[in-house]
């Protein structure tokens, strides 16, 4: 009986040694590089590579006390601590895979079906190259567009579900953390995007002559143009509650640095946009004006405490995209005065990082009752009831 009773060799010890080693090696990097951003991912992970290293190296050993009161300290986390008023790390994992699930497949069920309703042939919907390349009819056009944003309804609505349901929060404090929430903040991030846009149109056009053409056919446009102003303020305010709202205040314990945040964010932001036809191939550089965009309103959204400003630069974006400048290569069609041809890569990063410069300058100014609090943390308040 009391050699059944001993412990069972663990799989880290069953590992045959090279792949052991191997494993550790490739794990510790890694590890070390997450720690300082996620560690409830970087922690695990040099666990893990400290025992299996800790089989051949006395330098891995050393480390296991240490690592050991990380980890400690993420697992309280997961449990919850009721002193800091933050939710419990589960609750955040649990409701952020819930809000892509939702999205995933309701929204495809969504898209899917608005396809086979309006009958909409499957080359038009997905053109090689994106759209732009080729006129579309404003009708055709119209029903693309609904198909595509249909399916963020979902993504909108999960995000509320998983923050009071999951979170067990008011759902005002995804949106705020001040207590109120300023339409007139958000015009006013709406107004002071839509205008830097516009003025780095008017540089790429006196950069690259003949860049920009008109393209507006008046007949039949405005369906299009209903869908658009009912719809895309659904599909940016959904990623913004998502990535801005639920991301970053998971990923905000009070204690990094709003850049680190902010950089974090907004590489999270450009991930599921490495879709979009214009990043693709030898595009893939131009990710980096994603990155510099959601760097850019998570800061503010940081320095505000608040989705104001976001919410509506994020809107004017999409919304002048669709009907003031399209662009060749657009992951959704346009029926825009003007069509923007190709540009040079550098002139396409250079120009999203100095409008995020600019934004963050003149939004600073705004006057803000809230400004100088640059904390989304949840740390320092004590629970309040749901």
């Known amino acids: 009986m009391s050699e059944k009773m001993k412990t069972q060799p663990s ?16 794990l510790l990097p890694l590890g070390g590089i997450l720690l300082p ?21 006395q330098w891995a050993r050393r480390f ?12 309280a986390r997961l449990k919850g601590d009721s002193s800091s008023g933050r939710p419990a790390l589960w609750r955040w994992i649990v409701g952020a895979v819930v809000i892509v699930l939702i999205w995933q497949v309701l929204g495809s069920i969504l898209l899917v079906g608005a396809v ?20 579309i009819a404003p009708e055709l056009s119209a029903m693309i567009l609904f198909a595509f944003l249909v399916s963020f309804v979902p993504f909108f609505f999960a995000n509320l579900f998983a923050y009071r349901y999951i979170l067990k929060e008011r759902v005002m404090r995804m949106f705020t953390l001040t207590g109120t929430f300023s339409i007139q903040r958000t015009f006013a991030g709406f107004a002071i995007w839509l205008a830097i846009g516009l003025g780095g149109l008017l540089l790429l056009e006196l950069a690259n002559p003949g860049v920009v053409r008109w393209t507006f056919n008046p007949v039949g ?15 940016t305010t959904a990623e913004e509650l998502f ?62 405490r608040t989705l ?59 006057p803000h009752k809230h400004a100088g609090k640059s904390s989304t943390s949840q740390a320092s308040r004590k629970k309040q009831p749901a």
Not at 116 to 135: E, S, Y
Not at 333 to 358: D, H, K, N, Y
Request: no cysteine; aromatic share 10%.
């Open 64 to 75: 296991n006390a240490w690592i050991d009161g990380k980890w400690q300290g993420v697992r």
């Open 116 to 135: 086979l309703w309006m009958g909409i042939p499957f080359d038009a919907l997905v053109p090689p190259g994106g759209f732009g390349l080729a006129p």
């Open 243 to 304: 990535f801005r709202g639920w991301l970053l205040q998971w990923s905000d314990n009070g204690r990094r640095r709003r850049w680190v945040l902010a950089t974090l964010n907004g590489m999270l932001f450009a991930l599921p946009h490495l879709a979009n036809p214009e990043v693709a191939g030898e595009d893939l550089i131009r990710i980096i004006g994603y990155v510099a965009i959601g760097f850019g309103w998570a800061w503010v959204t940081l320095r505000d």
């Open 221 to 235: 446009a405005l369906p299009y143009i209903v869908v658009a102003l009912l719809l895309l303020p659904i599909q």
């Open 308 to 366: 104001e400003l976001a919410i509506g630069a994020h809107a004017a974006n999409n919304i002048s995209a669709a009907l003031l400048v399209g662009y060749v290569g657009s992951a959704i069609p346009s029926v825009s005065f003007w069509t923007m041809e190709r540009i040079p890569v550098l002139q396409e990063v250079l120009l999203g990082v100095a409008s995020i410069l600019i934004f963050t300058w003149i939004t600073a100014r705004l």
């Open 11 to 26: 799989i880290i010890q069953r590992m045959p040694l090279p792949l052991a080693l191997l494993s550790g090696f490739l």
């Open 37 to 57: 951003i996620t560690p409830e991912i970087g922690v695990p992970l040099l666990l893990v590579a400290t025992r299996l290293l800790g089989r051949r190296f």
